[in-house]
Each structure stands twice: as C-alpha cells, then as structure tokens.
C-alpha cells in the first residue's frame, strides 16, 4: 500500500518517480493512494473564497493541471471534464455569492480527483494497467463528530471487495470521503494519510507507505532546528502525540487504526527512495529508555482562560466555551481544567479576544511539546525546561495539565520560538543523549 503525498506528485518529473516507487516497491498487487498535487488544495480554497466574494482566478488552476499533462507527455484532454465541472461549480459559489462547508468540500475534492487521473494515466503509460478511483465509490464513509473524522464501523469489508474489482493497480483519491448522509466529505490537512490508513487496513496491507519528500519523521522541525536529526523507529503512539501538538508530517488520527491492525506506517523519501525513513509500528519502539525523542511545535496560539463558576454545572460552563469558540471558527488545540479555571490553547487569530466578557486572553504566543516515554510524568524535566530557558532569558512556561504520559506541553513568545526550540532540542534531544543511547549496554 503505497501513499504519494502532495509535494510528491508536485510536477511532471515528480509523478514519473512515483510510477518508477511503484513498479520497484509496489510488490505483486501495489494499491496506490495520492495527494492533490503540491499547492492545489490551497488554490481550490482560494478560487472558492474568491468566488464566493465576486471573482475568482480560473488560470492558476487551469495551467498547473496543464502543465502536468505536457510534461507527463499526456492526453491534453484528461482532465477536461473535471475542469469544467469544477469552473461550473466555482461559477455557481460566484452568483450565488454563498459557500457553505459542503460546498466548499466538493471544490477541494478536485484535487485529489484530478492527481488520481494524471497517477493512473502515467502508470498506464508506464506499461502499468491502473483505474483512477475515487475513494467515495469504494463505500469509504467517514462520520464527522465535532470535527473528528472516523471510519465507519462495518465499512471495511465493502470496500476490500470493491478494491478487488478494480482492473489494474487502483489509484484511489486521498482526503475525500462520503460522511453519514451520503454527501462528499473532506478529511482535513493531511487527510489523505488517513485515507492511506484506513484503505491499507481495509484490504490487510502488509505496510503502509507514505512517500513524501522528507527523509522521515525527525527529532524537531529541520526548518527551525537546523540540528533535527531523523528518527528510526517510533511507537504509535509517540508519532499521534507528535502529531497531536502540531507536527505537521503526519496525520495525528491515522495512528489508531494503523495500531489497531498492527500495521506498520512507513514514512519515505520519494526523491531518494533507498532511504530506509521512518518506521511506525508496536511497542519496540518502547524499549527506548524514558526521555524526550523529538519536540513537535505550533507557531501561532493564544491561550484562554476562564474562570469557572464553582456553584454551577462545569459541563455546562466547558460546553459554552466550545460553543463560542466553534462559533468564532476557533478549534481548540488543547484543553484543560487544571483547577477552577479552564485553560485552552487556540489558533491565535482575530476574534480570539472577544470570545468571552471575563476572558484572560494572551496572544502571540508559541507552543512546543517534549514527546517521549515516561515524559508526563518527568516533572524534573519540567523543571530542567524552564531552568535552562531562564537562564537564557527565554520566556518559557509549562502548561498546568493536559499532557498524556507521552508529553509536556510548554508555551513561549512567538518571536522567540526558534530560539528556544533549539535551544531545547540542544539540550534534551541532542547529539549527547543520542551518543548515551546508543552506547552498547552490557549485561
Ligand atoms: N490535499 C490535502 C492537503 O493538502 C490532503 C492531503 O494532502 O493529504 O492537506
Ligand atoms: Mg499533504
């Protein structure tokens, strides 16, 4: 079972890669699922915004497609009924000038839509018989519950026996799912590892792999801490938690149905497909003494507090937090109620301050989490933390609660992210501790 991520379908010479990972890896039934290619998603939810608001640009997303069809030497007419049944609908949004969620979902279905025709046709080209499948016709439903995503229940043997229908290699649209009611859903960013996930575990994949353009899962941001060095192994859980405070490599829910099934996520590099990347499987990788392995981070957050009222039902008052944050279009990060007052980290944008009348909202912010075993409950570690943050006159506080035994959460300025990140990735993540690890014990 094989994933191709958006940066790994990004251009013509890119998706002639991912036809040369499957005929190398794919093993004697491949099962392909992809990605919109790199930077679609995102011209779909502006075209839809755009067009909602009056006017939208149709060339972009014209000449990407375009472009990829010459450079793959494709039939320029591949893609032409999907085009013009997107510009129909973009044009739609326009006149009414109205763009609901649904809407909104069956734009950026496109994306994935159209990456499934071009994959598929290239394989074809390539000598390799394949079928564009998208994944709504292979009875992949979804319930969404505030916001959550799940596979539904009894799903999986309707579409492994859809998938042994389809002729050729099926190249099967990610991100993209039907919900409860029947209507087009879409899975969020990243989505289409779960979709991966939840298709290597409908047909009993022996792995899944996702090929992206990293080299794996690493110990931090390579963007931030230059030093982030690649992680081997790691636990399911360990690679949700990563997920969970923002870690954006991987898709926090595709966890538990891959450990689920025991089923091993691989996380590779399509631009150097000898590279082993990163394994995500069972409880070996539990063997690994207790400490932080890697720190995953939110650039932008603002925390909320709000003092709960002792003579009143909690619930009650917890349940109009969220309502007022779904309502400003806020989904919590976190959430916790460490005493008498409820604390929530949040996507740090406008409105966030007029959530509540008796509020404390503090912005500008930055999150980072250290993620290992035994690491909730290290309150040393904590200690350690803010120590050396303040003799660096680093701004760090550890948030009160609401770490797994997995995790520690802290914030810091924003402006003072990177600082801090590498500072602490130096300190507890480092090359030393790694060298101390990796010396043989004896028995
Ligand atoms: N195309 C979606 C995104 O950009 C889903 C995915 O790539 O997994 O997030
Ligand atoms: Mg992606």
């Not at 999150?367 to 290992?372: C, H, I, K, N, Q």
Request: glycine letters at 10%.
């Amino acid at each position: 079972m094989l994933k191709f991520g958006g940066a790994a379908l990004r251009d013509g010479p890119a998706v002639e890669s991912a036809v040369a990972i499957v005929r190398a890896h794919g093993g004697p039934r491949p099962l392909v699922v992809v990605s919109a290619h790199e930077g679609v998603t995102k011209l779909l939810e502006r075209a839809a915004e755009d067009a909602r608001a009056g006017g939208f640009d149709w060339e972009p997303l014209r000449v990407r497609h375009r472009t990829l069809l010459r450079q793959l030497g494709l039939s320029s007419e591949l893609l032409d009924r999907h085009l013009r049944d997107l510009r129909a609908i973009l044009e739609h949004v326009r006149s009414e000038g109205r763009l609901d969620r649904r809407r909104l979902d069956f734009v950026l279905s496109f994306g994935e839509r159209m990456s499934a025709r071009v994959v598929a046709a290239a394989l074809r080209a390539g000598g390799v018989p394949a079928t564009p499948v998208d994944a709504f016709d292979l009875g992949l439903l979804s319930e969404t519950r505030s916001g959550l995503t799940l596979p539904v229940e009894g799903a999986r043997a309707r579409v492994r026996r859809a998938v042994l229908d389809v002729p050729g290699v099926p190249v099967v649209t990610g991100f993209v799912a039907l919900d409860a009611e029947g209507h087009l859903t879409t899975l969020g960013p990243n989505g289409s590892d779960l979709t991966a996930v939840w298709m290597g575990e409908a047909v009993d994949a022996d792995e899944v792999h996702l090929w992206k353009t990293v080299d794996g899962v690493r110990t931090a941001d390579p963007k931030l801490v230059p030093d982030a060095r690649r992680i081997a192994r790691l636990t399911y859980r360990e690679a949700a938690e990563l997920a969970a405070h923002g870690a954006d490599v991987l898709h926090a829910a595709a966890m538990e149905p891959a450990s689920r099934r025991g089923i091993p996520i691989r996380v590779r590099n399509a631009e150097d497909p000898a590279l082993p990347g990163t394994v995500i499987a069972g409880e070996a990788g539990d063997s690994h003494p207790p400490g932080p392995r890697a720190i995953a981070h939110r650039a932008r957050v603002a925390l909320l507090s709000r003092r709960l009222d002792l003579a009143r039902d909690p619930g009650e008052q917890m349940n109009a937090v969220f309502s007022a944050c779904r309502e400003a279009g806020l989904d919590p990060f976190l959430f916790a109620v460490p005493g008498t007052e409820a604390v929530l980290l949040l996507p740090d944008k406008d409105g966030v301050e007029r959530l509540g009348a008796g509020d404390v909202v503090e912005r500008g912010l930055a999150s980072f989490a250290l993620v290992g075993p035994g690491v909730g409950e290290d309150a040393e570690l904590v200690a350690a933390v803010c120590d050396l943050a303040a003799r660096a006159r680093l701004d760090v506080r550890s948030l009160p609660s609401g770490d797994g035994p997995m995790s520690r959460l802290f914030l810091a300025p924003a402006e003072k992210l990177e600082t801090t990140l590498r500072l602490v990735h130096g300190t507890f993540i480092g090359e030393e501790r790694e060298r101390r690890e990796a010396r043989p014990t004896r028995a």
